[in-house]
C-alpha cells in the first residue's frame, strides 16, 4: 500500500510525521466520527417531514466524508416546529 503515490506504507507515512501533527490527524479523526454519529443519530430519528430533501440522499451524503456530515448537519435540518 502506497500513501501519497510514494512507496511508504501507512506505519511508515505515520512515524515520519512529528507530535503535533500526529495529534492533528487524530483530533481531526475524532471530529469526523463524532460529526458522523450525530448525523446518523439525527437521520435515525428526525421525521421525514423535519428533512431538506431526501433522507435517503442524507443517509448517502453522510457516508462522504467529512463533506457529509457537516452539509447534512448545516443544511438538511430544517427548523423543528414549536
Do not use: H
Request: charge should be positive; charged fraction near 20%.
Amino acid at each position: 500500500m502506497t500513501i501519497n503515490g510514494s512507496d511508504k506504507s501507512p506505519k511508515e507515512w505515520w512515524s515520519g510525521l512529528n507530535k503535533y501533527q500526529q495529534s492533528a490527524v487524530a483530533a481531526l479523526g475524532c471530529l469526523e466520527i463524532v460529526l458522523t454519529t450525530a448525523t446518523i443519530r439525527d437521520l435515525a430519528r428526525r421525521p421525514s417531514t423535519q428533512v431538506r430533501g431526501p433522507k435517503a440522499l442524507w443517509w448517502l451524503a453522510s457516508a462522504v466524508q467529512p463533506v457529509g456530515p457537516m452539509a447534512y448537519l448545516a443544511f438538511g435540518r430544517s427548523r423543528e416546529q414549536n
